[in-house]
């Protein structure tokens, strides 16, 4: 069966905590003082195909919090899944794994923080929803504008 026949197959393989880690480098003496914390949210997306139509895609969300110049806490968190992708062509499987598979898998990762920062002594992180597909977007017209140049 040619690719252009073969019906298209988007299926979630598992889902997996790949990596985690917390820190709090200042404890116990940052519980002492006002809690008025500065964060930064780095968010990153990593694909790659493992074989035949199986790809593997992680998302890795850190999250700093600081106190003037001392850490509060670093907490960071790598969601990752295997995913079957069949019968698409590239940018349709381009757009899935910059997209379809984040938002599958961010949930997860917004959830795993939260629990950390909590059991960590900090009061609960909620990670604001992400827009996956305006990053992709994003992601296209830089690559359109660099092909340009």
Do not use: W
């Amino acid at each position: 069966m040619s690719e252009e026949n073969q019906e298209k197959q988007f299926a979630i393989q598992k889902v997996y905590t790949r990596n985690v880690s917390f820190e709090a480098p200042n404890s116990p003496e940052i519980f002492t003082q006002d809690f008025q914390p500065q964060l930064d949210v780095d968010l990153n997306v990593e694909s790659r195909s493992l074989e035949g139509g199986v790809f593997h895609v992680v998302v890795r969300v850190t999250a700093t919090t600081k106190m003037d110049d001392k850490t509060a806490f670093l907490c960071e968190v790598e969601q990752a899944g295997i995913f079957t992708l069949m019968g698409f062509d590239e940018g349709e499987t381009n757009y899935l794994l910059g997209v379809q598979c984040p938002n599958t898998l961010f949930p997860y990762a917004r959830e795993a923080v939260s629990d950390l920062v909590t059991r960590g002594g900090f009061p609960q992180l909620l990670l604001e929803p992400v827009n996956f597909e305006g990053i992709y977007a994003d992601h296209l017209q830089k690559q359109a504008e660099s092909t340009k140049q």
